[in-house]
């Protein structure tokens, strides 16, 4: 029999919630759950870090519903998270946890039918999980619905969402919110803004940032591993390792990140036509496609997805057993966040970066912010050398065929299209976006309003 401290009910949580985390696997607390749930239950704001794969969602998700069964209305609370995939996963744990109150939620994520959300929101659902840009767009666009009466506001991935990329839309989303209301601050890594953030909170704001005795960034069940490559042989390198790693692993998925758009629907075209049955996910694809290809991923359909950085926070997955670092992210946090998608929730896992010479100082960069070496994993580099010509063909092949579709210029125009229907000149974004990127952090001011 487990020791009372490790029950959720110790927690001072509803029976009906603790028997819907049994029911779906979930016993004992994680230590970010233990420490933030009863001071949110009490009515504190909260900040929390804790490395990936610690049971944040679960975290903020459990005292919302709680406090949500005590006094049900709509909308009750709004949950803020930086991609897609992230919001539709919160989306469902939510679902999966309500299901005896009949919680009503909705997500609210661009590339969706606005009209068909602006229903949704209309109707008042007890939770709102939204990526910032859509829902800003509502608030711009709509008086439908209104989130004055809010009782929580969680930001997930609060790094990230406070950086400043998304300082336009967390302004608009600020000012639609109530002055009383419980903050959620919830990360992997704390940055400048959050630490900023800790500094000037008031003194009711609880902060609860996970102690390692360590001293790492990434978990201890996580193998962390490097394969040397010339700069020319990255892709044949990449097709052999994972040759390699499945001699060994026939079992568990595959997650393999790059850096742009283009070069994950090459090497996922470039994959198939060598025979590695896989899907894609990129922000360049319709909202559907990334769904259907999520799906897939998930349900074990498919056991390779090629990513950018869209799928690298928050995603869990229990299935996937490598991360492989196709292209080394230029953030050593963001390398943190990607190699977090496996080795989650004390199971173990590989991850494994492809070094050219000219990665070598990005790699010591993120060897001092993880606190940890890389070891090196072996490949054949005379296999590298058989399969070289065959991999670059099909990579050729791959680029004739989309310059041959006008794939990403047909992407490009439908996206200039949609933003002209919503009555926006698709130029004057752009060069929006880029004053935004080159912009400093300018987020504590907003942070401290958004607290009251």
């Keep these: 029999m487990s020791n009372s401290d490790d029950t959720f009910a110790q927690l001072q949580l509803n029976s009906w919630i603790v028997a819907q985390c049994k029911s779906?696997?979930?016993?004992?607390?994680?230590?970010?759950?233990?420490?933030?749930?009863?001071?949110?239950?009490?009515?504190?704001?909260?900040?929390?870090?804790?490395?990936?794969?610690?049971?944040?969602?679960?975290a903020f998700a459990l005292p919302i519903l709680q406090v949500l069964c005590d006094d049900p209305y709509g909308i009750f609370a709004l949950v803020l998270t930086p991609s897609r995939e992230l919001a539709f996963q919160i989306g469902d744990q939510f679902a999966a946890i309500g299901k005896p109150i009949n919680l009503k939620k909705c997500v609210i994520v661009g590339g969706m039918d606005m009209v068909a959300q602006a229903q949704e929101l209309a109707k008042s659902p007890?939770?709102?999980?939204?990526?910032?840009?859509?829902?800003?767009?509502?608030?711009?666009?709509?008086?439908?619905?209104?989130?004055?009466?809010?009782?929580?506001?969680v930001v997930d991935e609060a790094d990230r969402?406070?950086?400043?990329?998304?300082?336009?839309?967390?302004?608009?989303?600020?000012?639609?919110?109530?002055?009383?209301?419980?903050?959620?601050?919830?990360?992997?890594?704390?940055?400048?803004?959050?630490?900023?953030?800790?500094?000037i909170a008031s003194k009711k704001v609880f902060t609860w940032e996970a102690q390692d005795d360590t001293g790492l960034a990434t978990v201890k069940q996580l193998d962390q591993r490097y394969v040397l490559s010339s700069a020319d042989a990255r892709d044949a390198t990449l097709v052999e390792t994972v040759r390699t790693?499945?001699?060994?692993?026939?079992?568990?998925?595959?997650?393999?990140?790059?850096?742009?758009?283009?070069?994950?629907?090459?090497?996922?075209?470039?994959?198939?036509?060598?025979?590695?049955?896989?899907?894609?996910?990129?922000?360049?694809?319709?909202?559907?496609?990334?769904?259907?290809?999520?799906a897939k991923f998930k349900s074990n359909?498919?056991?390779?997805?090629?990513?950018?950085?869209?799928?690298?926070?928050?995603?869990?997955?229990?299935?996937?057993?490598?991360?492989?670092?196709?292209?080394?992210?230029?953030?050593?946090?963001?390398?943190?966040?990607?190699?977090?998608r496996t080795a989650r929730s004390g199971r173990e896992g590989m991850a494994i970066s492809i070094i050219t010479p000219c990665d070598v100082k990005l790699l010591q960069e993120i060897e001092n912010t993880i606190g940890t070496k890389l070891t090196e994993y072996k490949v054949n580099d005379n296999e590298v050398v058989k399969i070289f010509t065959q991999v670059s063909i099909a990579k050729r092949e791959a680029e004739l065929h989309l310059d041959e579709t006008d794939y990403f210029e047909k992407k490009i125009m439908?996206?200039?299209?949609?933003?002209?229907m919503e009555g926006k000149d698709p130029d004057e974004v752009e060069i929006l976006l880029s004053k935004k990127k080159r912009k400093k952090k300018k987020s504590e001011a907003v942070i401290v309003r958004s607290l009251g």
């Design 301 to 340: 359909l498919v056991k390779i997805l090629i990513a950018t950085n869209v799928a690298a926070r928050g995603l869990d997955i229990p299935t996937v057993k490598l991360i492989i670092n196709h292209v080394l992210p230029n953030i050593p946090k963001e390398y943190i966040h990607r190699v977090g």
């Design 126 to 153: 007890h939770i709102v999980v939204a990526t910032p840009g859509r829902l800003a767009d509502h608030l711009e666009s709509s008086d439908s619905f209104s989130l004055k009466r809010i009782k929580f506001l």
């Design 161 to 199: 969402l406070l950086g400043g990329e998304f300082d336009g839309q967390m302004q608009t989303i600020f000012q639609a919110l109530p002055k009383n209301k419980q903050s959620l601050f919830f990360s992997a890594t704390i940055t400048d803004t959050l630490n900023e953030l800790k500094r």
């Design 24 to 58: 779906i696997g979930i016993s004992t607390p994680t230590p970010i759950q233990k420490n933030c749930i009863p001071r949110i239950l009490a009515g504190d704001d909260c900040i929390g870090c804790a490395k990936t794969g610690s049971g944040k969602t679960l």
């Design 245 to 294: 790693y499945r001699d060994n692993n026939n079992d568990g998925s595959i997650v393999i990140f790059t850096d742009t758009c283009k070069r994950c629907q090459l090497l996922s075209m470039m994959l198939t036509e060598i025979g590695f049955t896989n899907v894609a996910l990129h922000s360049i694809l319709k909202q559907k496609e990334r769904t259907a290809a999520l």
């Design 414 to 420: 439908y996206k200039r299209k949609k933003l002209i």
